[in-house]
């Protein structure tokens, strides 16, 4: 193909261009040329395309998600907000944390681990590129059903990838989510969430200043990997019938990652870069375009000097491809040699490919042909905003209540119970997280199956991070408002119950096609109660993420907003764990139990979805939390109750350590019986243990802070004995740790 | 005392190692790979990772490394070597220790709470424990199965060069549960299980792994 360039384009305004095959609309296109006052060169329009995609511009969601700024509570924690390629937190002592969570669905289920492995990749170069070193991640997943064909290729290819990526870059995995549902058959979520922290002085911004300053490119070399990869397989839905778009899913190096990281590190320490970003979705386009947009406008790039693993890449293509682990710095012409020695000291190979330039134009030429001239703003930011139409779903009228088994003696209850814990949604999740690195780095103080990460931050001090995702799509899908609300009060709950006290938001919205009124209803309902909330609760928003076409025709996955709270932990040495630590304590929960099962597990597994959702209160769930910081010294262990209730809280806090527990529920308090005492998930609740001498002083801290407190039992012995019904715990074991061995080998 | 530890392109454990020296009471120094300068240290410790991303077999581009020939001379003259994981790998590629580490039996990545057995306590690097002491160390690999002839193994066996043995179960097929061996002279001792994530209560499962880092602190005061 001939070079089209920016004189041809002028002097040849009637070329027909694949603007449609691009996945552009036809009035994007038309606006294309509005801007440019000509057609654009390929070049160009390949750029207007990825970054004018669903995934790059967020064009169906910004006009929900400009909420998070103007329902925004003051924070003075906040250093860095969203538009950054990761918000940026202080956490006191001169420390600054970094954190996000980003998808990477659709490449995922093309091809599970490199698909899984590159999402890993993409969200660590994003708080790299923050300045700040990684020092943990975490991976929610959602699966189709456990014992479904296509499930037994996509979830051992995505687990092996996140493994097989993140612990080759020595980053402890500590914490996650994996759970099966229907509607994740054909759209596997794979959510990435990476932690970093760095010292406040050192936080760098994606931004292209000082004329005369040189753009860099170092990292790997471009090939023709993910090529379209954004604008194909983000932005269409795998529909039968239509014709292949052959999808180009990125292959990961995590050990030219690791490299990168030390050699990014070096050159940060150094304050090398006058700005820098990484280069994920839509590669050089969007780097180039984001840095000189944010800067002062202009920058100069010869697209020839680029490096080359495929040397038959045509300029549209080095442009658009997804290659991994590449970054591209901005910095002085003073400073090129003592970075360029560092980048020799780790092998990366860096190449001067530009500079800032006068003027609000990016100018791109190739082999001294000017191929793109465009000013940057209306490629980054100037995108397409659809205010898409949106209806409450016709599903919402056809809800049932639940109509469940009564639970009426201590047969029922073991059998009720086992069969609960061995659901793949609450069974033992070992066989996939003994397959992630939790150790690495030494400063992991707890990983999964704990209710949170929480990562030391300095030895000497003993300031910790404590983070946790969390999400309960079915509940969203009965009332996303409130479902939104409850994920992050869940995922808030689980901070506190670790001892750490929640201080910022960030999330990832997994939804299916935007295009489809009904999931546009979901979509925005999710914003606005995780905005209301985060306004409620003080806590910012610190960015995200949107994933939509998450759909097989016209089935889209439940609504699942996961969000991820961080938590900062004056002292990790008083953490509180949940296991059951010795025979002998008080088992105590905090919270009322609801007679409500809509949405739960046990529903679930008895074919049940419900009809309502838990409405929450908020200041109920901020008392518990404000409880369990407080009385933390008098906890000897603590869980927080959720997916399977009690059941699967007694289970997990006996089995920890393999101590058994003796409970008694007394019907008196437990609207719903002992049914809705073991397997209701009302949210709002803790189990907790505390020693005998300590009891009277918990119990009047509860009732002072206006917080229900029902002892329900004793630790100790070998067996899990619930109203007279006596499970051994090798037996709950066994129902517990044999499900996903079972089905996945 | 000075110890040192080797950072190659792809280590991970590098800084865990450094720590676990430093909380044994040394002084941990940090070596680089791509110079063959020991900067006078006494010991010195092959970390975990994924050297070179490891895509050829594990260890066998670092042997190569710079480092490693001052090490290889100086190890054949009694200089106190630990190889933990990749570098117990790097060991064997480097022919400091026999045998080859491959891949998992159950063809998985896998990171557990390993129980284990001490089973020479005559070298420099676990003469602080007591010969069937039990340990519990994290293991965290995707090619730790130990595997040898029959004529090593029974050489290893009968003069008590295996130093470490997995207890309970085998988590990887490794030949007579083999979790790490010594050379004949025992100052080279290479280890699967990663002795520098069990040093506090606070970030491992237990803190059984701090006297290899203590031992050879005693067995060089000693000297």
């Known amino acids: ?745 | 005392m000075r110890i040192g530890v080797v950072t190659f392109p792809g280590s991970l454990d590098d800084s865990s190692a450094l720590r676990a020296i430093r909380l044994a009471g040394g002084q941990p120094v940090p070596l680089f790979h791509a110079s063959d300068d020991l900067k006078e240290v006494e010991a010195v410790v092959l970390p975990g990772g994924f050297s070179y991303g490891d895509y050829l077999r594990c260890g066998a581009i670092s042997r190569f490394a710079p480092i490693m020939s001052s090490i290889i001379v100086a190890a054949e003259h009694g200089f106190p070597v630990l190889g933990i994981c990749n570098g117990f790998q790097i060991l064997c590629e480097s022919h400091l220790l026999p045998g080859a580490l491959t891949r998992n039996q159950g063809l998985h990545f896998v990171c557990t709470d390993q129980p284990l057995i001490i089973e020479n306590t005559s070298t420099p690097w676990t003469s602080g424990y007591t010969k069937g002491d039990r340990l519990v160390i994290p293991i965290k690999n995707g090619e730790g199965s130990f595997q040898a002839s029959a004529e090593t193994l029974n050489q290893l066996e009968s003069e008590g060069r295996v130093v470490l043995r997995y207890a309970d179960s085998n988590p990887n097929g490794s030949k007579n549960d083999i979790a790490g061996i010594s050379n004949a002279r025992g100052n080279v001792v290479g280890v699967m299980p990663h002795p520098e994530q069990a040093i506090e209560f606070l970030t491992g499962p237990s803190v059984d792994g701090l006297a290899f880092f203590t031992s050879i602190l005693h067995s060089l005061v000693g000297r």
């Open chain 1, 1 to 745: 193909m001939a070079l089209d360039t920016v004189a041809i384009a002028a002097t040849q305004p009637e070329t027909a261009q694949p603007w449609r095959e691009l996945g552009l609309k036809e009035d994007e296109y038309t606006r294309i040329r509005e801007i440019l006052g000509r057609r654009p060169t390929s070049s160009e329009l390949a750029m207007y395309s990825v970054m004018w995609s669903e995934h790059c511009s967020y064009k169906s969601s910004k006009v929900h998600l400009k909420q998070f700024g103007e329902k925004a509570p003051h924070s003075d924690a906040l250093l860095v907000g969203i538009g950054e390629n990761a918000g940026v937190v202080d956490i006191g002592q001169g420390y600054a944390i970094t954190f996000k969570i980003e998808s990477h669905n659709h490449p995922s289920f093309v091809e599970p681990y490199q698909g899984a492995a590159t999402g890993v990749g993409g969200i660590v170069r994003d708080i790299l590129t923050m300045g700040a070193r990684p020092i943990a991640v975490m991976d929610p997943l959602r699966f189709g059903p456990a014992d479904a064909v296509d499930t037994r290729r996509v979830l051992p290819g995505i687990v092996a990838g996140v493994g097989g990526y993140g612990n080759c870059l020595g980053l402890p995995n500590i914490g996650g989510e994996v759970v099966f549902d229907a509607t994740y058959a054909g759209n596997p979520l794979v959510n990435a969430l990476c932690v970093g922290v760095m010292r406040h002085e050192d936080i760098k911004l994606a931004t292209a200043h000082g004329t005369g300053n040189l753009v860099v490119l170092f990292g790997a070399k471009t090939g023709g990997d993910g090529i379209g990869g954004v604008s194909v397989l983000a932005s269409e839905t795998f529909a039968s019938g239509k014709a292949a778009k052959r999808p180009a899913v990125q292959v990961g190096d995590p050990f030219a990652e690791k490299v990168l990281i030390e050699c990014s590190l070096e050159i940060f320490a150094e304050d090398l870069v006058v700005g820098i970003q990484d280069l994920g979705g839509a590669g050089l386009s969007c780097a180039t375009s984001e840095l000189a947009s944010a800067g002062s406008g202009g920058m100069s790039i010869q697209l020839d000097k680029v490096p080359l693993r495929d040397p038959s890449l045509s300029p549209e293509e080095i442009l658009m491809s997804e290659s991994q682990e590449r970054m591209c710095a901005i910095i002085e012409p003073t400073k090129l040699a003592r970075f360029m020695k560092i980048c020799n000291k780790w092998d990366v190979t860096a190449t001067v490919i530009g500079e800032v330039t006068e003027g609000k134009h990016l100018e791109i030429t190739f082999n001294g042909e000017l191929i793109v001239d465009v000013p940057p703003r209306t490629v980054a930011h100037d995108g397409p905003v659809y205010n898409r139409p949106m209806v409450q779903p016709a599903y919402l009228d056809t809800l049932q209540p639940t109509t469940l088994p009564e639970i009426d003696g201590s047969a029922s209850i073991k059998s009720e119970l086992l069969a609960l814990i061995a659901s793949p949604n609450i069974a033992d999740k070992s066989w996939v997280t003994d397959q992630y690195d939790r150790y690495v780095q030494g400063n992991s103080v707890l990983a999964q199956p704990e209710d949170t990460g929480m990562i030391r931050i300095d030895e000497t001090t003993n300031l910790g991070v404590a983070i946790s995702t969390d999400a309960n799509a079915r509940w969203s899908y009965l009332d996303p408002y409130n479902g939104a609300k409850l994920a992050m009060l869940e995922s808030c709950r689980n901070i506190a119950t670790s001892g750490a006290k929640p201080l910022a938001v960030t999330n990832c919205l997994n939804f299916g096609s935007p295009e489809d009124p009904e999931v546009m209803w979901q979509f925005a309902e999710t914003v606005r109660g995780l905005a209301d909330l985060c306004l409620e609760m003080g806590l910012p928003v610190t960015g995200g993420n949107v994933s939509f076409y998450n759909q097989t025709g016209s089935v889209a996955i439940l609504p699942t907003p996961v969000i991820g709270v961080l938590g900062v932990i004056q002292d990790v040495t008083t953490r509180t764990k949940m296991g059951i630590p010795s025979a002998g304590l008080k088992i105590v929960q905090l919270g009322n139990t609801a007679d409500n099962f809509s949405g739960s597990e046990w529903a679930h597994l008895h074919g049940q979805l419900g009809d309502h959702a838990p409405t929450p209160d908020i200041a109920a769930e901020v008392r518990l939390i404000n409880l369990l910081l407080e009385a933390q010294p008098l906890f000897a262990s603590a869980h927080d109750l959720s997916d399977g209730g009690l059941a699967a809280a007694l289970t997990e806090s006996t089995l920890r350590n393999n101590i058994g527990a003796t409970i008694e529920l007394p019907a008196a308090y437990i609207p719903g019986g002992v049914a809705a005492g073991l397997f209701a998930e009302t949210p709002g609740r803790v189990l907790v243990t505390v020693d005998p001498e300590n009891f009277d002083a918990l119990r009047a801290l509860a009732n002072e802070r206006e917080v229900p407190f029902h002892p329900i039992g004793t630790s100790g012995g070998d067996a899990l004995i619930i109203n007279g019904a006596t499970i051994p715990l090798a037996e709950l074991r066994q129902a517990h740790t044999e499900t996903l061995p079972r089905l996945f080998g």
